[in-house]
């Protein structure tokens, strides 16, 4: 298997003069965590893989304001860069990666207008789409739903965009391998239950996409220290584990966490 990627990602705020990296818990209590640019740096510099930058607040207006981070982080910063917020159309697109982001992360512009997907794909290439799902355990069993088996009973998984504002009736797990069959290149995957709840990924959710899927599924949401990251890596085929808050707040560093997971048998880049 190829080497599992360590990625830090940056919720920017770009609401405020310059950006900010912000944190919340379940999508909510937003807490502050440093400038965006500085903070890529850092995780650069400690042996990041890739860096991911979401736009929470993204709005037309603050589309150039994002791309300014973009271009300011990528003179330093020489790991791939996935961005996203926002983007819904080719044109933006472009602007963006125009700016120096190697990858876009399509959710809430995908989920309204599926062929987004192809139409950047088929621009520039699969692997340069990331489709970002965010998706929240439904216990109430419908017919048709991918019904998948945790511990606290078996639930299906809907899709959310908007941040996680609105919920769309879509089944997660075929919207991930229709969005595949679209162009996508890889999977971004947030449990929303899990997210900076420090309970460690959703290994149930995880592992239904990943084998559901042929392309590169990155585990989010709820990580809290390397164990969650051997977890998910050891039980389901996920290629990357993303985290936040154990980054931003010097919990642990990039480095340390490759060393401890190294140490234990998974292949990571040192």
């Not at 502050?32 to 736009?55: K, M, N, S, T």
């Not at 009736?169 to 969005?179: E, H, L, P, V």
């Amino acid at each position: 298997m190829l080497a599992r990627r360590i990625i830090p990602c940056l919720d920017c705020d770009m609401g405020v003069p310059g950006g900010r990296v912000v944190k919340g818990i379940e999508f909510q209590q937003i807490r502050y965590a440093g400038v965006p640019w500085e903070l890529a740096g850092q995780y650069y510099e400690d042996g990041a893989d890739e860096i991911v930058f979401l736009d929470i607040t993204a709005s037309h207006e603050r589309r150039e304001t994002m791309t300014s981070v973009i271009k300011k982080t990528s003179r330093s910063v020489f790991v791939p860069l996935a961005v996203g917020g926002g983007i819904n159309s080719v044109e933006q697109a472009r602007e963006v990666f125009n700016a120096g982001a190697d990858k876009i992360t399509l959710n809430t512009s995908a989920l309204k207008r599926p062929e987004l997907i192809s139409e950047i794909s088929d621009r520039y290439g699969n692997q340069a789409v990331v489709l970002a799902i965010d998706a929240k355990r439904r216990y109430t069993l419908e017919e048709g739903r991918h019904i998948v088996q945790t511990e606290q009973g078996a639930c299906w998984f809907e899709c959310s965009f908007y941040g996680g504002r609105q919920f769309t009736g879509i089944d997660a797990i075929a919207w991930a391998s229709r969005a595949v069959s679209l162009g996508a290149g890889e999977i971004l995957l947030t449990s929303m239950d899990r997210d900076g709840t420090y309970d460690g990924f959703d290994i149930p959710l995880t592992n239904a996409v990943a084998k559901r899927v042929n392309v590169p599924v990155i585990a989010s949401g709820g990580c809290a220290s390397p164990d969650h990251m051997l977890e998910v890596f050891k039980k389901t085929d996920a290629s990357a584990a993303l985290a936040a808050s154990i980054f931003h707040f010097g919990e642990w560093s990039v480095r340390n966490v490759k060393t401890y997971l190294k140490e234990r048998g998974v292949n990571v880049r040192i």
